[in-house]
């Protein structure tokens, strides 16, 4: 490397603490900020090199996004401002790839050259060591570094503040704004001038966020002004909760009343509803969609208190039954079974929908077995279509074998076999004796271009039930894991620990049902006898992600939990362990909610 301008001899009491760090000898805290100090151990643990600078390098970095759009014209007028000074304005990503450089000063931007700061190279810690861009972005907040306190050599001739830019209705770190001069130039109003750029570019993201995401911010600024409860805003790709509801409620609490509150509203919901929370709270939820918002809303929540036992002398009301081979007691759940059953009484054919796995064809046998034990029943599952003789199959026993008949997984067909299974039913709704029929349909399922063919055969299915998915009676997982537990052939000799269930409960099973006796087959083949403890769940246990992660995903969730396990919750070795960030690890562990083990 070329040689660097001359460090002044200062006696910088900081530059002996440096050289003492590196050569593994304590260094004085009165003489080194605490924040320094901090970020020269996590650039040793992550072996960074202190005599060279290595950086990767993105030929084409993405800047045509609404950072940048919103941040230059922020950037110019500010170089315009600091013409003839040596000052260099830096824009970077939420990992700290600089995106723009704005250099005033021949010397200055040479330098820079030479050590890297320029589009395309990051600057996150993981990489450098100790400076203002990478350690802002780790740290969260405004940081300036002045000279020694850098961690590679070779920029102790500079001095920088960074800062990181939030998103104004996300609250998301998106970036960062850095101001470098050389050392000796530096002033105090260095850091003050950046966190007055980076409101300036956090104001002007604000003015040109979309309409839509604009209107849902002033209505959850509004309900929150108006109210002193619980409140939060949800659509596709923003939520936001007051500091109450962060305050007050269980991390699975808040999980679960997103997704409540996520589903209701992309349904088209609006008013009251009242859901099961998992740690036994009911909660009320006030929908509120907004106009122009894809599916979103803002929601006020009221948690209910226990409603007050009955004297001794008011007779209990009757519980309702369980369907024989199901268990579940909450409202939802018992609902959805009675809609059913009392379809099935009076021989309604009905058409069944839910999120693959929460149980449709069980609830349908389950209501036969109970009001015709020793009737036919038969079924027949659509994704089989392509077997040969299938069609006649479903023709012989929905006129002439069985009593009742389950069509699954209808929705799979496609427009000439829908036509003709719409005939076969239609035959069969004529006869005399007519058995009864049920479909079941995926809400995941995409109609596409056999919409109508679809529609015209759920017209002979008068009726829809709609299953709950499994995140929305979340408290019917204790009956069902030791339920699930003895279907696997383990009753009373494998039992699941209050810990254990307790992670389990915060999961929000994008399978449903199906997902959770897979990974109790799973914990059995290792564990057959005795208590199902924290360790022997799968890393998908610890996870609260609202949705399913496709297979390169859940690796990369298994190797951080995993990690997380190891190190005993130590995220920093975790990150080491893995080849990544510090940073990267905790935008991970957000991303796909893993409950970190304590």
Not at 27 to 54: C, F, H, K, Q, Y
Not at 303 to 318: D, G, V
Not at 490 to 516: D, I, Y
Request: proline share 8%; hydrophobic share 40%; charged share 25%.
């Amino acid at each position: 490397m070329r040689p660097r301008p001359p460090i002044p001899a200062d006696g910088d009491s900081v530059a002996v603490n440096r050289e003492r760090f590196l050569t593994a000898e304590p260094a004085d805290p009165g003489e080194v900020r605490d924040t320094i100090l901090a970020s020269w151990s996590r650039s040793r643990e992550m072996n960074v090199a202190a005599d060279r600078i290595e950086l990767p390098y993105i030929r084409d970095p993405e800047v045509d996004t609404p950072l940048t759009h919103s941040a230059e014209p922020v950037l110019r007028t500010l170089r315009d401002q600091l013409e003839g000074q040596q000052v260099s304005i830096v824009l970077t990503d939420s990992r700290g790839l600089v995106l723009v450089r704005l250099t005033a000063g021949n010397e200055l931007e040479r330098y820079l050259d030479r050590v890297m700061l320029a589009p395309g190279f990051s600057y996150a810690e993981e990489f450098v060591g100790t400076n203002g861009i990478g350690t802002a972005l780790e740290g969260g907040r405004p940081m300036h570094v002045f000279g020694h306190e850098h961690y590679a050599e070779h920029l102790e001739t500079l001095a920088c503040a960074g800062v990181p830019i939030h998103h104004p209705i996300s609250g998301k770190t998106v970036g960062a704004v850095d101001l470098t001069c050389w050392r000796r130039d530096a002033g105090s109003l260095l850091l003050t001038l950046a966190k007055s750029t980076a409101e300036q570019i956090r104001q002007q993201l604000l003015a040109d966020a979309g309409t839509r995401e604009l209107e849902l911010f002033h209505e959850y600024l509004r309900v929150c002004r108006r109210s002193a409860g619980i409140v939060f805003a949800v659509d596709s790709d923003v939520s936001m909760l007051n500091d109450l509801a962060r305050t007050v409620l269980d991390p699975a609490d808040q999980a679960a009343l997103l997704g409540h509150g996520a589903d209701a509203l992309a349904g088209g919901r609006a008013g009251r509803i009242e859901v099961q929370l998992p740690t036994g709270a009911t909660a009320r939820m006030m929908l509120r969609p907004v106009t122009g918002s894809a599916g979103g809303g803002v929601v006020q929540v009221k948690i209910l208190p226990p409603a007050p036992s009955l004297p001794a002398t008011t007779p209990a009301a009757p519980p309702r039954t369980q369907l024989p081979g199901l268990v579940g007691t909450s409202p939802l759940w018992l609902r959805a079974c009675d809609e059913v059953e009392r379809a099935y009484r009076s021989g309604e054919w009905i058409a069944v929908e839910g999120e693959p796995g929460v149980g449709k064809a069980a609830v349908l046998r389950a209501v036969q077995l109970r009001r015709q034990p020793v009737g036919r029943f038969a079924a027949l599952d659509a994704a089989e279509v392509d077997n040969p003789g299938w069609l006649e199959d479903l023709r012989r026993t929905v006129l002439v074998d069985a009593d009742s008949v389950v069509l699954r997984h209808a929705d799979t067909l496609d427009g000439p076999r829908l036509r003709a299974v719409a005939a076969i039913l239609q035959e069969a709704s004529r006869l005399p004796n007519r058995p009864w029929v049920a479909v079941t349909v995926d809400t995941a399922a995409q109609p596409g271009p056999r919409g109508r063919e679809m529609t015209k055969l759920l017209r002979l299915f008068p009726g829809t039930v709609a299953i709950p998915p499994l995140r929305h009676h979340i408290e019917d997982l204790q009956r069902l894991i030791p339920f699930l537990l003895a279907r696997l052939g383990h009753g009373g000799s494998l039992t699941c620990s209050p810990e254990a269930m307790q992670l389990l409960m915060r999961a929000s099973w994008p399978g449903n049902v199906e997902q959770v006796l897979g990974l109790l087959r799973g914990v059995a083949q290792r564990r057959r006898t005795g208590v199902i403890r924290p360790d022997d769940l799968p890393p998908e246990s610890r996870t609260v992600a609202r949705r399913r992660l496709n297979p390169l995903e859940s690796m990369e969730r298994d190797a951080i939990v995993r990690s997380l396990l190891d190190t005993r919750g130590n995220k920093v070795k975790a990150a080491k362990a893995l080849g990544m960030s510090r940073a990267t690890i905790y935008r991970k562990i957000h991303e796909y909610g893993i409950v970190s083990p304590v």
